[in-house]
């Protein structure tokens, strides 16, 4: 297994804008990144030269010629890095506006009947667009209910919902509150298995900074993230289609390529924010697997990436040096559970007897920077069954520390105490 050893978790940390200060609040352990990774200084560096360029792409002038290599380049790049052999990308205003543009293609492009099939587990970014847009499409929306207890939804459970009737299918690869990863090559595969035509959409938005991506594997039609959650900058989202998704009647100017589903000119920087992006994680590879062709140095980058942020999770509920861990502490309760092997680089918890609005102001106070998910439109539908009216999500990147975690840990115990 590929594994970040300390000293090349300097040169990562190296590489990252603000990775252990905030310009406002100072020194700080940076345990938000759910919230939106921290920046490569490469991509600061990258958003500052396009913000000055005036060119538009497609005119026959050099400075536009040179956009649309960045551009193609960039495309290029997201293929490697996400293995994605057919369909196409392409950025737009959001993750969010993504995810409700594509299932809203989806839902008209199919039979007006049917099942529109997703899961109680998903952001509302999935959840809100399908109870949308399966009414205007005179389908039924069904959400699989998710396992309360582990915080995640599994192929079974869809085995158990799906029907021939199912024309569209949601499936969320990580919970941005739960930190659970969901399966979704076997998801789909359950899908596939009674309704192989039907359009399946994933919200790869929490999933995409913890491990690879492998669009090949998974036997979808669409998969959307936020690249401000990926190391990249805030402003843009950017999806993959496949080609059949690609072929539905959406939004175009008449007259224009029949396969474009962009809206108007595209912000060159974002594209190239997303290169550089690709070039970490390759260089990343090739720091833990230096004789691997392009596409392995990308799947060593994000076997490293969840090794090291399970190790980090370990040491944060199981506790590291003399430092007992959450589980040891007796006020504390992790959603989800102690042991669950779907966790991916995020803990959330709440402290009997304290609002958890409180704890995250107490470790702010002390420099541990988290945030408090409320029992409202974005994770009401996590925290209610649970009987909760929030939480203290503490969200872990790579680039993080043992010794950060020492840090969390060490005002925890007296916050619980």
Excluded at 313 to 324: E, K, V
Aim: net charge negative; glycine share 10%.
């Amino acid at each position: 297994m590929p594994t970040i050893t300390s000293d090349m978790l300097n040169d990562i940390r190296d590489k990252f804008a603000q990775v252990d200060h905030c310009p406002v609040q100072g020194s700080r352990v940076f345990f938000e990144n759910a919230g939106g990774a921290l920046t490569l200084n490469a991509v600061v560096e990258s958003a500052q030269r396009y913000a000055a360029i005036p060119d538009n792409q497609g005119r026959d002038n050099p400075g536009s010629h040179e956009l649309v290599r960045v551009i193609n380049k960039a495309k290029a790049d997201m293929r490697a890095m996400m293995n994605a052999s057919t369909g196409q990308f392409f950025v737009g205003e959001s993750g969010t506006e993504l995810l409700f543009r594509l299932i809203m293609n989806a839902c008209l492009g199919v039979a007006s009947d049917g099942v529109v099939l997703g899961s109680t587990v998903e952001h509302p970014a999935t959840r809100s667009a399908c109870g949308r847009w399966s009414k205007i499409s005179n389908k039924t929306h069904v959400m699989i209910p998710h396992d309360d207890a582990k915080g995640l939804v599994t192929a079974a459970d869809y085995a158990r919902h799906v029907t021939a009737e199912t024309r569209v299918a949601t499936i969320l690869h990580t919970s941005p509150v739960t930190g659970m990863g969901m399966n979704v090559g076997a998801i789909s595969a359950a899908i596939r298995a009674v309704a192989p035509d039907c359009f399946i959409i994933v919200d790869g938005i929490q999933h995409a900074a913890h491990g690879m991506i492998d669009i090949d594997a998974y036997d979808v039609d669409g998969y959307v993230i936020s690249p401000y959650k990926m190391f990249s900058r805030h402003g843009y989202g950017l999806a993959w289609i496949s080609d059949r998704l690609t072929a539905l009647p959406h939004d175009s100017l008449s007259g224009g390529p029949e396969d474009n589903w962009e809206m108007g000119t595209r912000d060159t920087g974002a594209y190239a924010a997303l290169s550089e992006v690709a070039d970490y994680l390759e260089w990343l590879g090739g720091q833990v697997a230096g004789d691997a062709d392009r596409r392995g140095k990308f799947v060593a980058a994000g076997k490293a990436i969840h090794a090291h942020e399970k190790s980090l999770t370990d040491a944060m509920i199981h506790g590291t040096g003399n430092l007992p861990g959450l589980a040891d502490m007796a006020k504390v309760h992790i959603i989800g559970g102690v042991e669950n092997a779907a966790r991916e680089g995020l803990v959330s918890v709440y402290v009997e007897g304290m609002a958890s609005a409180d704890v995250v102001t107490s470790l702010n106070e002390q420099g541990i920077r988290t945030h408090l998910r409320k029992a409202d439109h974005y994770s009401g539908n996590i925290l209610n069954p649970l009987g909760l009216d929030g939480c203290v999500r503490v969200s872990m990147c790579h680039y993080n520390s043992i010794q950060e975690v020492s840090q969390f840990l060490t005002v925890m115990k007296d916050i619980s105490a």
